[in-house]
């Protein structure tokens, strides 16, 4: 993983605002996920907060987000992801809860001990309603999400 200067936005020469560069850890593309970039993003359009692709260069000043589940399964891939990881900035994790219980033991242990590798961790609370939405702009449309939404920018941001 490499960072890359991008200045503009093609065609346009407008300056590139990117804010965060989201990676799903287990390289899937699901409903959380597309959440998770539309929460950071906050009706940007896309430029403050997207999804790289599998492979993609980190912009240059753009933070990195990973985004994992609360499964055994995703933090070991956190983790997988985190040994790989090199030079870059420290990313941040957003830990998205996949069901209405605490993680596993063995889950919430991994994610302690790989905090000293990240530069924070933002917990989003299980959304039911994202199993009923057809995208994350309907999602959106849910006080729940939208309070979640708010709490995971204040937490990430610092604010």
């Known amino acids: 993983m490499t960072t890359q200067s991008v200045t503009s936005t093609p065609g346009t020469g407008a300056p590139v605002a990117l804010r965060y560069a989201l990676m799903p850890v287990d390289n899937g593309f ?10 950071l993003d906050n009706d940007a359009g896309g430029a403050r907060a997207r999804i790289l692709a599998y492979g993609e260069h980190i912009p240059y000043g753009a933070s990195p987000v990973l ?6 399964y995703g933090v070991q891939m956190l ?11 420290r990313p941040w994790l957003v830990w998205v ?12 242990f991994l994610v ?4 000293g590798r990240l ?3 933002a917990r989003l609370p299980y ?11 309907e999602a959106l449309e ?3 999400v939208r309070s979640a939404a708010e709490k995971l920018r204040r937490t990430i941001e610092g604010k």
């Open 30 to 39: 699901g409903i959380a996920v597309a959440t998770v970039a539309k929460m």
């Open 67 to 72: 985004v994992a589940d609360t499964t055994l």
């Open 79 to 89: 983790e997988q992801t985190l040994h790989r990881w090199g030079s870059l900035p």
């Open 97 to 108: 809860a996949d069901a209405p219980a605490r993680p596993v033991q063995d889950a919430r």
């Open 112 to 115: 302690r001990a790989l905090e």
């Open 119 to 121: 530069a924070g961790v």
């Open 127 to 137: 959304l039911p309603v994202l199993r009923a939405v057809k995208g994350p702009d």
């Open 142 to 144: 849910y006080k729940d």
